[in-house]
């Protein structure tokens, strides 16, 4: 097989000739770069380093092609860019001031080098005439996706990797949070929902403008297409299923549904945390790949129930642990985790290995390989 018919075929509930490997396609899937640059030097790989989104304050690596073939990457990502000017204003900043995004929201440097999202334009918004007045971005800026085609069809012409859009955090609870900040938002959810739905709705008619502007331009190319907005903590839920049904999962249907109508991709949606309890609200609105089966998150670690109740109905990407067993394991209990995750997911297709969420900077190169080369060693089991 190649890659692209090995993903596929995973994602149809068939055996692939090994289970796929999905890394390095989006800040989701990716490496940060401070461990990027520890594993090139392991692997010995010179190519320069780059930032996915040209974005350092994210951090995360756009990982070279040398790189993703040496662990095995089965897919590739096309992403947009945020428009020219936010470039142009953000290249010229003072040293160590906040990134200052197209929405307004920002990333404050914590630590030299560390940012963390701390500019909530909207933090005192209560009215939907706050809504109404807010200077929204332009989606319409042609800068964003004028490249996706050209990469998409470059992709598909060599016919050799699952090709997966990656729209940057079309999410519409979490830009909530960075409009407002976490607590403030799940605050309005309780004591202003009016307020609340509407700041989500009109989030969600700019993610879907944008959205809508990639797909025609690479819809017909892809294989899937990422979305997601996390939803769940260590242990529970960010709010009761309740609210989440009544609020915000009928504007992720409508938001699936629209996808649907513009392109025959997959459906891939990454959600952090113990979802457990909205995981067939996934399933009725339509997602068929569900990222990252955060299994050191409450329920999310019960991997036979997940696949005995979803498996035949949703197929899986993550599920190995960075919370202790690729920052602080050894080689071996890596290539032990990974054997066993693949032994319970992997039978009858529906799963792709990957980390659960980003590669941070505190897992070692050896762990990296190790995780690839055991998807190689026990992956092929189930043909």
Same mark, same amino acid.
């Given at each position: ?15 692939? !000739? ?36 040209? /974005? ?17 990457? !089965? ?12 470039? *142009? ?25 560390? /940012? ?8 005192? @918004? ?7 007045? &807010?200077? /929204? ?15 998409? #069809? ?13 729209? /940057?955090?079309? =999410?519409?609870? #979490? ?69 989440? *049904? ?6 992720? @249907? ?10 025959? @991709? *997959? ?8 979802? =457990? ?10 997602? !068929? ?15 036979? #129930?997940?696949?005995?109740? &979803? ?12 919370? *202790? ?51 190689? #060693? ?6």
């Amino acid at each position: 097989m190649t890659p692209r018919d090995r993903v596929l075929a995973a994602l149809a509930h068939e055996q692939p !000739d090994r289970v796929p490997i999905v890394i390095g396609t989006s800040n989701t899937t990716g490496i940060k770069m401070a461990a990027c640059r520890r594993l090139k030097a392991h692997l010995g790989v010179t190519s320069p380093d780059r930032y996915i989104y040209d /974005w350092p304050e994210l951090g995360t690596a756009a990982l070279d092609e040398q790189t993703l073939r040496r662990l095995g990457s !089965d897919a590739r990502g096309v992403l947009d860019r945020y428009p020219a000017g936010v470039y *142009r204003r953000n290249q010229g900043r003072a040293a160590h001031d906040p990134f200052i995004d197209d929405w307004g929201t920002g990333q404050v440097e914590v630590a030299p080098g560390s /940012w963390f999202p701390g500019v909530h334009p909207m933090k005192d @918004a209560k009215t939907l005439e706050d809504i109404e007045r &807010y200077p /929204w971005p332009d989606m319409d800026d042609p800068s964003r996706v004028a490249h996706v085609r050209a990469e998409a #069809e470059t992709l598909r012409e060599q016919n050799q990797y699952a090709v997966i859009g990656t729209p /940057w955090l079309l =999410f519409p609870l #979490e830009r909530a949070f960075a409009m407002q900040g976490m607590d403030t938002f799940l605050m309005n959810m309780v004591l202003a929902p009016e307020f609340a739905r509407a700041l989500l709705e009109r989030i969600a008619s700019l993610c879907k403008r944008l959205m809508g502007r990639f797909l025609a331009e690479c819809g017909d190319l892809l294989d899937i297409v990422k979305i997601g907005d996390d939803l769940g903590t260590q242990d529970r839920l960010l709010m009761s299923p309740a609210m989440y *049904r009544s609020i915000l999962k009928p504007i992720h @249907a409508d938001y699936i549904a629209f996808i649907r109508e513009r392109t025959k @991709a *997959r459906v891939f949606f990454h959600t952090d945390g113990d979802v =457990f309890d909205l995981v067939e609200d996934f399933v009725e609105i339509g997602v !068929d790949v569900l990222n990252p089966v955060q299994t050191s998150a409450g329920r999310m670690a019960n991997l036979p #129930e997940l696949k005995r109740r &979803y498996g035949s109905r949703l197929s899986f990407c993550g599920a190995i642990d960075t919370h *202790r067993v690729l920052p602080s394991g050894t080689p071996a209990e890596v290539r032990e985790e990974v054997r066993r995750v693949i032994e319970i997911m992997g039978p009858g297709g529906g799963y792709l290995v990957s980390s659960v969420h980003t590669i941070m900077d505190d897992v070692p190169p050896e762990n990296i390989v190790a995780m690839v080369d055991a998807v190689e #060693e026990f992956g092929r089991a189930y043909r």
